[in-house]
């Protein structure tokens, strides 16, 4: 399996994961009934990645919103780059937000100051 995808709905992100060129991108809303169940395969794909990942890798993040839960289960994400970082691969995280969305660059630079990888906040104009 090299492409990890789930399609988004109007409580969870669409995920894309490309284990071929590493590739991730997360986008929308994230508020499934149960989080945890939600991330869990992609925390398993990054688990099967980190065994043999690329040299770069490059995660898009870009969610309108995400609840408490899942915010967690994002954490669980970022840590899981960061031991691929640690392990050689440059891992960047590109945190896209909205212009007037003070709360979404708060919540990156939250997680910027907590996971040792590269973030770039990228401002999206609407």
Not at 2 to 15: A, L, Q, R, V
Not at 93 to 101: F, L, P, T
């Amino acid at each position: 399996m090299d492409k990890y995808t789930i399609e988004g709905t109007p409580k969870t992100p669409s995920i894309s994961f490309d284990l071929s060129s590493g590739v991730l991108e997360i986008k929308g809303r994230s508020i499934p009934e149960n989080s945890i169940e939600f991330y869990k395969p992609l925390v398993d794909s990054l688990d099967k990645y980190s065994g043999a990942a690329k040299a770069a890798t490059t995660v898009n993040v870009q969610l309108e919103y995400f609840n408490t839960s899942s915010s967690k289960c994002i954490l669980d994400v970022f840590k899981k780059l960061e031991g691929i970082h640690k392990g050689g691969s440059a891992v960047t995280i590109n945190w896209h937000y909205e212009e007037d969305d003070e709360d979404m660059l708060e919540a990156g630079e939250d997680y910027q100051a907590i996971i040792n990888v590269p973030f770039k906040m990228v401002m999206v104009a609407e």
